[in-house]
């Protein structure tokens, strides 16, 4: 009685000190260009506590900084939103936000023909927390990078941000202010138990 009793134990201890688990949902790869990307459904994943989004995308957009556009939750077009921006490189850094805004806007900053890293694809990973709780706005985190803006030194980026919805979250678009989504994109989306 006593091992199985210290089985039981041990195993709740090593739960207990792990890493949380994060289980593959769904992948989506672009096989032509599109004006903007959508993840639905999400409302089938409520067995799960945060959801993980990791995507690697590239723009259309001819200029050196002109990969951006917004993120928005169940098609929700309103002034419900708010974000917060660092970003940097090996020599300088800088700060951006926005409140009351109509997206969570994002400069991922990677386009098609830029020089000099042509054809260059930009990378992000977004967590959105408690997206299925109804009693609370969700919120977000995520970390971007790429190896073309302005286009002299490679960037990364920090955010957060919030959707201002007591609503679970059931779909996540994103659409670029400039060019399309090329061809390859390929977001892929993870649940985590929690």
Not at 18 to 47: F, K, M, R
């Amino acid at each position: 009685m006593s091992l199985v009793l210290l089985g039981i134990l041990n195993s709740q201890a090593a739960a207990a000190g792990g890493a949380p688990a994060y289980e593959h949902l769904a992948t989506t790869t672009l096989s032509s260009n599109a004006s903007s990307i959508t993840l639905s459904g999400l409302d089938s994943y409520t067995d799960y506590k945060h959801l993980q989004l990791r995507a690697v995308w590239q723009s259309t957009a001819t200029g050196t900084s002109e990969g951006y556009g917004k993120f928005r939750f169940n098609s929700d077009t309103g002034s419900n939103y708010a974000w917060h921006n660092l970003q940097g490189n090996q020599s300088s850094f800088a700060t951006d936000g926005g409140w009351n805004q109509d997206g969570i806007f994002n400069y991922f900053s990677t386009g098609q023909s830029t020089t000099p890293q042509d054809g260059s694809f930009a990378i992000f990973t977004m967590d959105i927390l408690d997206f299925a709780n109804t009693n609370r706005y969700k919120t977000m985190k995520m970390l971007t990078g790429t190896t073309q803006y302005f286009p002299y030194a490679p960037y990364i980026r920090l955010y957060s941000g919030y959707w201002a919805s007591n609503n679970a979250i059931t779909s996540i678009s994103f659409t670029p202010l400039i060019g399309q989504i090329t061809s390859k994109t390929r977001w892929s989306l993870y649940g985590i138990r929690g």
